[in-house]
Every structure is written in C-alpha cells, then in structure tokens.
C-alpha cells in the first residue's frame, strides 16, 4: 500500500512493513513531535517522528538505487536484501525518542541516549517478531546468509557490525554528512515551519550519488559525480541556516530549557524510565498533562501552559570565539552580583556545521570511519574529496556556538540596560 506525504507524495510500504508501522511501538511516534517546543515558536510545526521515519525509508531506497542501478557491485540477491535492511533501519532509527524528541534528552538515565532505547525496542517488543518474519521471507528465497534479524539491524545501524565490508557503505546512507535522514528532516522540518532555509535540490542530489573503490581494495565509499557539487553545497548551507534560524532559535532554546528543568523536578526520580515498557508509556501527550495539572504550583509548568517567555538580554555572535565566551561570563557574573542568580537562565547552543574532515584525498581504510566524501572527476579515475573541490565547504569549517542570557521579565529592562553599559565601557 503508499502512504500519501506531503513532502515526498506516494511513499510505498511492503506489507510486513505495514505491521511495524502499526506496532504500538512505531504508532507512538505519532505523538513525538519532531521539533519539540518548536510549534510555539514556528506554529506550523506540528510535526512527528512518525512521518519523518516513513521518509526517511523512502528517501533510502531511491538513494540506494540511484547508487547500484546498472554497477556490477552486487548480485541481484545482494541488492534486494541490502536494500530491504536500509529500509528496516531508517523505518525503525527513531524508535527510541523520548517525548518532545531532542528536546527533553536531558533526563535520560545516566550514560544512555535515544538509540540505545531504539536497540531495546527493536531487539525486545513485537518489532522484533515482524523483522525475523521479513528475514525469514529472505531466508525461504534465497538462504540462511540473506537473514534478517533485529540484533543485525541494531548493529548495522550503530556502527557494531564490520563483519562484512558493504555493512560500512550501507551505514553511510543513514548516518554520514550526506545521508536520508538530514535529507528528509531538512526538507520537512523547513515545510512544516513555513520557512525556506532548509531547501535544496532533491533530485539532483540523489540523481548525482554514485560509489567510488579503490583498486586493490574492497571497501566502497558513498560519492557524488561532480555535477553534483553544488546540490550538495546547498544542502550543508540548508542544514546550517536551519541551525541558526530554526533548531537554534532563541525562544525554542528558552522553552528547551525549562522543559528540562519540568521533568527534572517532576518525573519520578527526574528522569525516563530505564524500563523499556514504562518507557514507550511516555510520549508527548503524557508530558503534557503532567505540565498542566502542575500549572498553578509550578513555575515552569506555568511558563510552558501560557508561553511565558524570559526575556533574552544577551546573545553572543554565532561563532562565537574566546574572547566572546569570556564577555559572557563577565555579563553573567556581574547580573547576577546585581540582580540574584535565580533570575537567570543561561544557555549555550553549539553544533559543527559539517564533519567533514579537510582531507585532500581518499588513500587509506581509516578513511572509513570519518566523513570525507569522495567526488567523481571527470578527466582522473583518482577522486577528489569535497574538502578540495568545494571553497564553500572548506570555509564553513568554524562551529556554530551561541552564548544566551534570559533574565525574569520584571527586571529584563534593568538587566537589558546594565549589558548595554558594560558593552558601552568596553568600547569606550
């Protein structure tokens, strides 16, 4: 059967796909919003997990063959099971996302994050069950080496399994700077939010995916021909104004943080349940009733239930340096001397705009585990890299990092003009 998207139109789903997409699992994405808080900031953007995942699947079998379409890579046995593993792990990556996605990551138990939660839902609910039945289909048409199971999965997707050199290249297509899911989440993130910094050409970009190997060598490397240069180009500037502009926006890292801070004084022990079952009870819906019984005793309930906005005082430029960090904390120390520290909210918003390493060529496995993306030339079988081929992407390589200050609305004015005298004296 399709699903209708508004982002990629008719996305076809195979029938034991259609079971995981209708687990309680899966169905619970539906009220995991994709951005958190974003919606009282950019209110078109009420968009969820769910959508995202069937995206992301479709993204990945139109990439993978673009990729291996009329190369000897693979055997025709090769490329159905390598593609029906892509689609099982892009469907099921985002499994394990607690309420309000990224947002509320902060109350994890100790040292885990979403895609250990995703490994135990996989490996341990009725997923599990419909993934050994699709593997098994395998097995009955083709053998006992084309199995598919939850554990192979799990370890394709989070990097475990180099058993086999083609699981390296299949992970590239979901974690990699050129991967399905920033293709998917850039596109859909910028329509729901009703701006435009987050689109790129689609189809030129996976129309010009290829594969590059070495001689000598077995591994395979995603690539882009060079025609596609300035697709991909506009795809790392996309992410990068959605950064700034969207993820990084001053009143969604606001509403971020006292989120956390909610679920800090208000979960059980202020953090997720390590429980898997307990875990998947948890969703945004639930979150949100917990927000408005606590409304008239709580402070942050209170500002989440009426969008009461701290006032930001001060922002540091986007990249900011050490001299920057260092006026920060001067500000910081000398508000709060004057006015209490319990009247602010600090936050600090980092992120690389690409990890993609400024390497000049492609000559050696350890390549394998870094991002360098290889680029087809036209006039040597020895590829460049984007790092050499691209000056816009060689020049973005300083992260973004932005220092914020909020101060409590009956003394923002105050805390305001006092960060204005201090620049004042500086430049004085």
Not at 64 to 78: G, H, I, P, R, Y
Not at 97 to 115: I, K, M, Q, R, T
Not at 290 to 312: F, G, H, P, T, V
Not at 362 to 374: L, R, Y
């Amino acid at each position: 059967m399709d699903f209708r998207d508004p982002i990629h139109g008719f996305i076809p789903v195979r029938p034991l796909e259609r079971k995981i997409i209708d687990s309680r699992p899966f169905q619970r994405l539906r009220h995991i919003k994709q951005l958190s808080l974003t919606n009282l900031v950019y209110h078109g953007a009420e968009h969820t997990r769910f959508g995202h995942s069937i995206g992301v699947m479709h993204l990945v079998t139109r990439a993978f063959k673009a990729v291996v379409t009329n190369k000897d890579l693979f055997s025709e046995e090769q490329k159905e099971w390598y593609e029906q593993i892509l689609r099982l792990m892009a469907l099921t990556h985002d499994l394990g996302h607690a309420p309000f996605s990224h947002g509320s990551e902060a109350v994890f138990p100790d040292s885990l994050v979403h895609e250990d939660y995703t490994d135990n839902i996989i490996m341990n609910t009725e997923i599990a069950d419909y993934i050994r039945e699709i593997g098994q289909e395998f097995v009955t048409k083709y053998g006992e080496e084309y199995n598919i199971t939850p554990e192979l999965i799990c370890s394709i997707y989070r990097g475990r399994n180099i058993s086999n050199p083609d699981f390296i290249f299949l992970r590239k297509f979901l974690d990699s700077e050129l991967d399905c899911d920033k293709m998917d989440y850039l596109l859909r993130d910028s329509y729901y939010c009703g701006v435009n910094y987050g689109r790129y050409d689609l189809e030129r970009l996976i129309s010009t995916l290829t594969v590059y190997k070495e001689e000598n060598n077995k591994n395979l490397y995603l690539a882009i021909e060079k025609g596609g240069l300035y697709a991909f180009e506009e795809f790392v500037l996309a992410r990068y104004f959605m950064f700034i502009q969207v993820y990084f926006h001053r009143t969604r890292r606001f509403l971020d943080k006292i989120l956390v801070e909610f679920l800090k004084k208000n979960l059980p022990d202020g953090k997720y349940p390590e429980d898997i079952d307990e875990y998947l009870s948890w969703n945004d819906n639930v979150v949100w009733r917990l927000i408005k019984d606590s409304q008239d005793k709580d402070e942050y309930a209170n500002r989440l239930m009426n969008r009461r906005i701290m006032k930001c005082v001060y922002e540091s430029p986007t990249h900011s340096e050490y001299n920057d960090r260092r006026i920060f904390n001067l500000i910081k120390n000398e508000l709060e001397e004057k006015f209490g520290k319990d009247n602010f909210i600090y936050d600090s918003a980092d992120k690389l705009a690409h990890k993609i390493p400024l390497k000049h060529t492609i000559d050696s496995e350890q390549d394998i585990p870094e991002q360098a993306i290889p680029i087809i030339l036209d006039h040597t079988k020895t590829p460049g890299t984007i790092s050499t081929e691209s000056g816009v992407i060689k020049n973005m390589t300083e992260p973004i990092n932005i220092w914020r200050i909020y101060a409590k609305e009956e003394m923002a004015v105050r805390a305001k003009n006092l960060v204005n005298d201090i620049f004042n004296k500086m430049s004085s």
